[in-house]
């Protein structure tokens, strides 16, 4: 049976309490609904990522993957904001059901990051519109879609 999750537990599943100082900022500080501290956040839950960028690195391999580290954590902010705002609401529902099937929270937000990717790179590519029906099928075919990849 599925949980119904209020708007503040959605929230708190989405940045987690956190602690420690990083770069002289104390993360309990940070307020993930302001949108910069929540910017904050996602760089500091990617620290390799974070320090490629401020070195000027453009592409970083990870699990074998060459990654572009300012678009890997850009698609999270866009992943974060979606469910901060419950925007579209598939985005949270698809966060929900993979959380209810036991993926780990970084895990389901790297799925949710991964659609939402190619949605934009397919929009761009082929000039077209943003086509939310196209995006909400594809994170329904999550995380059957996301294991495909996973197994290459």
Known sequence: MAMTWSIADRRSWLFPPVSGV??????ADLDPADSEDRQLLIAFEHPKLDEAIGSGV??????GQVMSPTMHLTLHEIVANQIWDGEPDVTWRTAERLTELGYERHD???MIAWVVGLELRESLRNRRLHRPD???????????????LRSI
């Open 58 to 63: 453009q592409e970083v391999v990870v699990d």
């Open 22 to 27: 990083v770069d002289a900022i104390d993360l």
């Open 134 to 148: 196209l995006l909400a099928e594809r994170l329904e075919g999550l995380p059957a879609s996301w294991e495909a």
């Open 108 to 110: 389901v937000l790297h």
